[in-house]
DNA sequence: AATGAATGAGCATTCATTCAT
DNA sequence: TATGAATGAATGCTCATTCAT
């Protein structure tokens, strides 16, 4: 009985710690993490101050959290499009394009979980989801040197420059795009650019 | 007489002025722009609070100020080296070794310059701080296409690449470097791979 | 049981800010509007500054209270003098005796409530405040107006011009009666001087 | 020789306190004693902020001065005008109605002299002021007692009214007129409100 | 467990006044 | 005598965290 109580509570609380971070998500896609006040997240959620408390020890755990969450769905994401069928050049690209249109399209969040300076404890999880985004990219070119359609390099540098290129772009303008081509002229720049590096394929039938 | 006075007078102001300034880039390369505050500075200066309002407006435009200084330092840096003598493909290379290693030697600062947040004023101002690298990188990269160094492409994504890759693998960690790999390597690796990207140039003899 | 922790939640709240407001309104009864600083209020209530902005968000909204709680008392008080029964004549005596009296005996807060710039938000509340004032005045001049004991004339401005007079006279000496004449007496003086240009009415058995 | 050059400094040293005046009376016109600063006086007059103090002991005697000669300037134009030649009645109706029509042109002046809170020395002051108007006034209204054009009465509080008439009517909205009237109705109002209840006549010829 | 009122350190900014040159 | 750089106390406001109920 006390038991069963025990794993009911244990559920509820977990429920709860679960509808705290979703909100928080909320908050940081619209406002970034400097919009995300304990206040307003218990506010949102529902509940008293103190409360949230009950379910993170500081603010600071709270953020990790949050950003753990936040940045596993987007890795999910890519990680499905890069363990799909396809030659690495075509998974590649394709993991390129889907990243690019995810930054463009909730460039704030991007902006959150890639720029936005937190805290000492959330930046050192940025520099393993970097490593876990690196991976994923990693993995495809590490695959595609064994199967030569990659040259020899170093792949934690090329996974690491997508991201920097990407990101830089993309994402840190915080602002419009370049209006000399649409979204898509340049998301395939973008991959290609990425892709004569890594692949060092010579791009044709391409004017600028 | 008077007019001497003046002078004298308008050298001091802009000697203090300087002053607080590199007092206030010191502030920010041990610990950014927001360990920035106007008492710290102060105190590090040896002034009152009020006297700093003698030198500046408001902090934001205290901030602006110190931006544009170390920005400037950096931008004279590289487009010295750009504008020297060599083929594209040698300034490029030049130019991307240069930013990289002054990078890493200024991580902290490179980092405020870069990506930290601080004030609408400051990102304005960031944004033709970015287009103006871009512009120096952009110039090499367009003579390089005219002498079919490089090929055709668009030279903006590939300067903003550049930074990108850069802030990316060498910035924003604010850690250190993959022991992998010497500094002087991986600098290396990085105009390789800036380099295949613009230039499309098959690299050889390189082992990993 | 929710409900009623609701209620008592907001009738305690309802008390914390109805004492911030009065020990701010003693506070602006001794030293005017000026010597109300956040701070002081907190230390006088005996709570900490933060807590203050739990109960108002601004200071400009503490003193738009604050002057609207001191000047809503003194307009319910000539307000109940004017809605008595009597002649025009004699409730438009009574309410610019009363109002002089009060103005007298408070001139400190008077002169706060009349005369001190504090900020716009208040300004604008001020404008209103003598609207009301001109109001209730207004409708007994009206009421004489129509009975023929008060003689055609510009209702606004028989109505503000009694304010300006007792401020004149009584408030922004901000200091001593002349001491010619007794409170009463002096009262008694103004009460005839507007009275005379309102009702038109030649005094008689009256000797200075 | 010696005494010479003292009389030359003593009246330069004069010059200098009228010029400092001057141009703080100007700044009190356009946006009253709060925007008059020891900085922007001493920038206006093209000296020295510790020069300024060469003349005034500190700036509460500054404005007393100021206040002083700009009242002086109003109060001899009232007085001017007040000594002519015409009945006490004509007199006094002239005196309210060029009272009342510099109080609508330099309304901020009116309202920086009548109005705003400034220091202690300033408002001991402005009683004297206060009572120098009156003593204009009251001059007037005994000779018209006197004469029997006005009724007995307390000639301070009369002429204490009509600067708070004035003032609350057409000074302190700091805005505009009630659009029902033009200036001149309304000032016309005023005088006769004024004139009702000092003479104690009843007007005729006069429609709302 | 939940509440939410209370805390208080921290920061940018202003301006009359001083004093060494 | 004139300068003007320097002073520093004072104030409104924020927000993560605590703790009595």
New interface residues.
């Given amino acids: 009985m006390v038991y069963k109580a025990t794993e009911k509570t244990k559920a509820h609380k977990q429920a709860r710690r679960l509808l705290l971070i979703n909100k928080a998500v909320s908050q940081i896609k619209s406002g970034g993490f400097?919009s995300l006040t304990i206040e307003s997240l218990a506010q949102d959620a529902g509940i008293a101050v103190g409360t949230v408390y009950k379910y993170f020890d500081c603010k600071a755990s709270l953020c990790l959290e949050v950003f753990k969450v936040a940045t596993e769905i987007e890795l999910a994401i890519i990680n499905d499009i890069s363990s799909g069928c396809g030659t690495p050049n075509e998974r590649l690209g394709k993991a390129i394009t889907t990243f690019s249109r995810r930054a463009i399209h909730s460039q704030q969040q991007a902006f959150a979980l890639i720029?936005?300076?937190i805290n000492p404890l959330v930046?050192m999880e940025r520099?393993n989801y970097?490593k876990a985004y690196a991976l994923i990219f990693e993995k495809i070119i590490i695959e595609g040197i064994e199967s030569k359609e990659f040259?020899?390099?170093?792949t934690?540098?090329?996974a690491?420059?997508i991201?920097?290129?990407?990101?830089?772009?993309l994402v840190?303008?915080l602002?419009q795009l370049?209006n000399?081509?649409t979204e898509d002229q340049?998301i395939e720049?973008?991959k290609?650019?990425?892709l004569?590096?890594i692949a060092?394929s010579?791009?044709y039938n391409?004017?600028?």
Avoid at 163 to 169: D, H, M, S
């Fill in positions: 400097t720029f936005e300076p930046e520099l970097r040259i020899e390099q170093s934690y540098l090329a690491t420059a991201v920097g290129i990407i990101a830089e772009v840190r303008p602002s370049e000399k081509y340049f720049e973008i290609q650019f990425c004569r590096s060092c010579t791009p391409k004017h600028y």
